[in-house]
């Protein structure tokens, strides 16, 4: 992967900038049952979420996947790890949670949140940037 860690920086101002302002939604109809479950098994909200985005760093980064949506292809998704503390809905102490997060920010500088749901596989992260 050819990527610098200024350039993941500068995507997540411009992805935070967004956030802030209120200008993103995180993904949840009937078709990201994945992300849909994270808000039922665990007890969080939107402001949750929303912190947990804030929170990303350059760290938190694995990788660019293209969009495979036909009429899409132009469109470059950013993937992110990042270990949160939670409580599950239905057991009594919180417990560490692993995350995927996709973001897909539009030219417009709208941010979809493809994905945010637990990890089905271990990230690989992308901790050797070009500088």
């Known amino acids: 992967m050819n990527i610098k860690k200024n350039e993941i920086d500068s995507y997540l101002k411009e992805v935070k900038e967004a956030i802030g302002q209120g200008r993103y939604r995180i993904a949840q109809n009937r078709n990201r049952k994945d992300n849909n479950n994270l808000f039922l098994d665990y007890v ?22 293209r969009n495979e949506h036909q009429g899409f292809e132009q469109e470059r998704l950013y993937v992110f790890g990042k270990d949160v503390q939670l409580l599950p809905r239905f057991q009594g102490e919180e417990v560490e949670v692993s995350l995927y997060i996709k973001i897909n920010k539009l030219d417009n500088c709208y941010v979809i949140v493809v994905s945010f749901h637990e990890q089905k596989f271990p990230l690989r992260y992308f901790k050797e940037y070009e500088e």
């Open 44 to 65: 969080i909200d939107l402001a949750k979420a929303k912190e947990i985005l804030l929170e990303l760093t350059s760290e938190d980064f694995c990788q660019i996947l």
